[in-house]
Each structure stands twice: as C-alpha cells, then as structure tokens.
C-alpha cells in the first residue's frame, strides 16, 4: 500500500466519484472538499477518508488540512459542468470556476507550495472553426461563458506555475459521459426514451462532431497523469481519445440499445455555445502510460444498461 495524501475537489461530482474510487483502489488516502452531503456509509463505499461540504475557501482547505494532513497532489475537478447554465448565469459560473480556482492556488501559494495540481478544463476553450484533431497550441476562441472561465481558469495556473512555481497539469476534457451522468445528450435521450417518445426531435443538425470518452477511462486516466512525473511546472494535456464520432451517430446507438423502433430527427437549430467539431489531437497523451479502454460502441450500450438499473 502507498501512503500518498491526495485531495480530489468537486469529488461528489460525475467525474470525481468516479475518480476517488480509482485512487482509493491504487492505495492513495484519499480527501475531498465540494458541494453536497455524503454520508458515512457512502463516503466508505466510494472511498473517502474526509470530506468536507463547503466552499474551496482557505477557511475550508485549513480545516481539512488539520483533518486529512497537507496534500501531495489535488485534483481540482470543481467548476461550472454546463454551457447551458453558464449563458443563465454567467457570474454564477464564473464563481464556481474561476474565483474556486484563485482561492485554491492562492491557499496553495501559503500553505502547500510543494503540492502538484491536476485541473480538470475543457475542449470548450477551443471555441469553433477547427477542422479535424485540435492541437494544445491551436487558438482558444470560447463561445460560451463556461469555455471563457475555463480558459480563465487555465491562465490562472499559468500565472502561478510561471511566478510562484505551483506546479500544475491541466486536462482539457473532451465529451464524458458514463454510467451516473445526469444531463447531456445521452441523459435527454433514455429520459424521453423512458417517457414513452419515440418520435425524438433534437436540437442541431446531428453531424456535430464529439470525442466521446468514458468516464471510467477519464477516471483512470487522471489518476496516471497525477501518478506521472513532469519536469515542466505548466503542462496542458488534450483528454481526448481522437476518434470523433457524429450527434447522429450516438443517438442512434442510444436508441438502437434502448429497443423498439425510433425516429431520430434534428431541428438544425444550433444552441448558443455548440462548435460544429470537438476532436483531440491527442499526441501530449500519447506519451503517457495509457491506453484507453472502452470505445463508444462499448460505452454507449453500457450507459443505457445503467440508467434503465437505476431508473428500476
């Protein structure tokens, strides 16, 4: 057993959930801090030691620290997770990703200048007009206010890497998705699908492209990044697998594993904050010991068995 103090926020999230029981798994103790109640039963079952439901604030990172101990690494997975509420309220987002972030690094500047920190972004920060595999130098152009605080976000960790020496790893996520995942695309298709639709009319032209990975896969695949050294102070990773697959391709999947007969359509209306392409190039990630492991033709059926078990 390794004994390697790691903190996970945002870790009563989609991903961190997911992320706590692959680190509690590798032998890590494991702490987090977020938003929501977690009971003791269930902090056992998905493998953590304390968690502490508050603000990221130095008044909270103090208090689990005389609880848990000073971290060697956190993952910082806390954040605004949607485009759509980022338009709705864009000073919301920007709290919940940006001004977390300023605190965090700024309590790690006083208290924990060793600790290493692995951010969780998006491909969001790419914005639209990139045909084919986008690379980690490519032009950040956000649509949305969620792409803008991430990218805001990423310069914040640039500034202190580069001034202070904090080192940290940003992770720009591509489309997750996964069994607990309780919104997006494949959520609004079982939900109408459960609710009896069969004649199913959904926003866009259905050939946008997305590179679709696992949540299982990103879990594992944070953890080898925190597990890997990095001489640099700054690095930025493309979590993407760079295989696109169309809208229109995964709602068919999505409805084909559900059974009976459906009708797919799209309105070819285009929400504000959707780029036509989101694909990876993925050579920053290729040179870590990884290899992903669940393709969307594994992933997608997976996911429906998931939610029919939990909608039971």
Request: neutral net charge; aromatic residues 8%.
């Amino acid at each position: 057993m390794v004994d390697i103090n790691v903190w996970v926020t945002g870790a009563n999230g989609f991903i961190g959930r997911h992320l706590v029981r692959v680190l509690a798994d590798r032998g890590y103790r494991v702490h987090g801090i977020g938003h929501g109640a977690i009971g003791e039963a269930e902090r056992h079952r998905i493998g953590i030691e304390h968690w502490l439901n508050g603000e990221i604030d130095a008044a909270n990172l103090n208090t689990l620290a005389k609880r848990a101990g000073l971290p060697s690494t956190i993952f910082h997975l806390a954040g605004g997770s949607s485009v759509g509420l980022s338009i709705a309220q864009p000073f919301e987002d920007f709290s919940r990703t940006v001004t977390s972030t300023a605190r965090l690094l700024e309590w790690l500047r006083g208290t924990a200048r060793d600790c290493r920190l692995i951010v969780a972004s998006s491909a969001a920060v790419y914005g639209d007009g990139h045909g084919g595999a986008i690379a980690t130098d490519a032009a950040t152009l956000p649509m949305s206010p969620y792409g803008q605080h991430k990218l805001m976000m990423e310069q914040l960790c640039r500034s202190y890497a580069v001034t202070f020496g904090i080192r940290s790893t940003v992770a720009r996520l591509f489309s997750v998705y996964g069994p607990n995942l309780r919104k997006q695309l494949p959520w609004d298709i079982c939900s109408r699908l459960q609710a009896g639709e069969r004649n199913l009319v959904l926003g866009g032209t259905g050939a946008e492209v997305r590179d679709w990975t696992d949540v299982r896969d990103i879990a594992r695949l944070l953890a080898v990044i925190g597990g890997t050294p990095h001489a640099e102070t700054f690095q930025v990773i493309n979590a993407g697998s760079g295989l696109g697959t169309t809208v229109a391709r995964v709602a068919a999947m999505l409805a084909e594993c559900w059974g009976g007969t459906v009708s797919v359509q799209f309105s070819g209306i285009v929400r504000a904050g959707d780029p036509s392409s989101l694909l990876a190039d993925d050579a920053t990630l290729r040179a870590l010991p990884f290899e992903w492991t669940i393709p969307a033709e594994q992933g997608f059926p997976d996911y429906v068995s998931w939610f029919k078990g939990q909608s039971r």
